[in-house]
């Protein structure tokens, strides 16, 4: 039975998953499970509207910038980890010299660089203060992610969910995280279950080619390849789970996202112009695990390769594989999306300082345009750079966009109530 009592007092209910790759520790969080197994336990300083994008308090009362170096924020003088010690801004400045130490893990951890330009974190009574060597744009939205949620020296949280040996506690309700085709929650949908659903921000579902490697290296090649795909045929395929075709790099959702409808129309003529009679076999790797269209809309897509003359051969395989030729760069493409609210996701992504998805061997205006986004204090100019920054990435054939994510997460009705996806598409249980 669901949600069964144990000894008549504890409730015990089960988180199906399709696999296993946990992950608890929130500054490495990075596929799904894990990350959402780390939302139910860890607070951030801040907190997103995932229907309107405002930012709300949370561990946090308040925040101001005294200038756009400087940034303020007022903790909650209430709460505690799940040990009892208290909440404090030593505390919070803490679990950000933490975090920054973090700065030689591979893959590069997403905590690490939402931390851009950081200087040091300094404490007044109840004032966080933050100071930077230079603006960072980005930041108060970063404050509100998983990645950067505060942590005691002890690895605990301020959630109302603590971790235990068997999974997470809440009083007398227990929550295990298992792999699993079934539960009283599932990130998917199930009949009879009520749902909670959300149209993920962030960089679409695509096709990153590797531009270090044979003619994926020439920018008519990725710029082909891309025109090639007449992505309105793929709707279709979507349909079920929800999930549209792209119309940029980023999705709609997202902060300043641009619709690069034009730039993606399906042109075949120009396509065998830029190809000059080349008949290029290509493969791409991903892992379908999480997701309900992975493998259908990859054989979509090399079908209609095929129809010109492009062989795209489609490599599923399991996670070690996959972060061992993701970290080698053994890949033409590699097929996957990367959900957050702000711009700045494109470069964690892109920028070759950073996890450098394309392998570009050095900087170049692309690099330039991602860090000029992020220093940029004026929303209007940064809208325009942002913007410019996608149709580069989209016209250079960088990323190959094919449709935008909507993540369900489903759960029983008559043992939980409340459940919602907050903006980075996690699941809050209540």
């Not at 695509?206 to 008519?220: E, F, H, M, Q, V």
């Not at 795909?229 to 999930?243: A, M, V």
């Not at 711009?343 to 996890?355: I, M």
Request: net charge negative; with cysteine; glycine share 6%.
């Amino acid at each position: 039975m669901p949600g069964n009592p144990i000894g008549g007092c504890a409730m015990t209910l089960t988180y199906g998953w399709p696999t296993d790759q946990l992950t608890t520790d929130p500054r490495l969080a990075y596929n799904s499970i894990s990350k959402t197994f780390c939302r139910q336990v860890y607070e951030s300083l801040l907190d997103v509207d995932p229907g309107s994008g405002e930012l709300l308090p949370w561990l946090a009362t308040s925040w101001r910038y005294r200038d756009q170096l400087t940034l303020d924020l007022e903790i909650r003088a209430d709460r505690a980890f799940s040990d009892g010690t208290p909440l404090t801004p030593t505390a919070v400045a803490q679990s950000f010299t933490e975090i920054r130490a973090l700065e030689r893990v591979s893959p590069l951890p997403a905590a690490v660089t939402m931390l851009t330009g950081l200087d040091r974190v300094d404490t007044d009574g109840d004032t966080v203060t933050f100071r930077f060597t230079r603006h960072n744009a980005a930041f108060l939205r970063s404050l509100a992610s998983v990645n950067l949620a505060i942590t005691s020296r002890a690895g605990l949280g301020t959630g109302r969910w603590a971790r235990t040996a068997e999974g997470l506690r809440d009083g007398a309700r227990r929550l295990i995280f298992q792999k699993s085709v079934s539960g009283d929650l599932y990130p998917g949908p199930v009949d009879g279950f009520a749902a909670a659903a959300l149209d993920n921000p962030g960089i679409s579902y695509g096709l990153c080619p590797n531009a270090s490697r044979g003619l994926l290296a020439d920018p008519r090649i990725r710029r082909a390849l891309s025109l090639l795909i007449d992505r309105p045929r793929l709707q279709p395929l979507l349909d079920p789970s929800g999930y549209s075709v792209a119309t940029s790099v980023l999705t709609p959702p997202t902060l300043d996202y641009r619709d690069c409808t034009a730039e993606l129309t399906y042109d075949p003529a120009t396509a065998h112009r830029l190809l000059d009679g080349r008949r290029p076999r290509f493969e791409v790797v991903f892992n379908s695990t999480f997701s309900p269209v992975d493998t259908a809309v990859l054989n979509a897509v090399a079908a209609q390769w095929a129809d010109h003359g492009v062989e795209l051969a489609l490599c599923d395989v399991d996670f070690p594989e996959l972060r061992r030729r993701q970290e080698s760069g053994d890949y033409d493409f590699r097929f996957f999306y990367f959900t957050g609210s702000d711009p700045d996701v494109l470069r964690y992504q892109f920028a070759v300082t950073q996890r450098n998805m394309n392998r570009r061997t050095e900087p170049d205006e692309l690099d330039t345009l991602l860090d000029a986004q992020l220093t940029c204090a004026d929303p209007a100019a940064r809208r325009e750079l942002v913007h410019d920054t996608q149709r580069r990435i989209v016209g250079d054939g960088l990323w190959l966009p094919l449709c935008n994510v909507h993540t369900v997460t489903s759960y029983r009705p008559d043992v939980l109530s409340g459940v919602y996806l907050d903006a980075e598409a996690l699941a809050r249980i209540p």
